[in-house]
């Protein structure tokens, strides 16, 4: 899964607009390695997020 798929699903949650940003990322890194397959890096996102 690619983040950009896996932001399509999360934004269909209310809770993920509550959210700010960097926890938006992490929360995008989480959901692909748990439902991706594959580990995600993603270039915008903070070491240590």
Known sequence: MTPRQ???????SP???M?????RRKLVREF???YGGEPVN???AKEGE
């Open 6 to 12: 896996a932001i399509k699903v999360l934004m269909l």
């Open 19 to 23: 959210l700010d940003v960097p926890a």
């Open 15 to 17: 809770i993920y607009f």
């Open 42 to 44: 993603l270039s915008f």
């Open 32 to 34: 692909c390695a748990l």
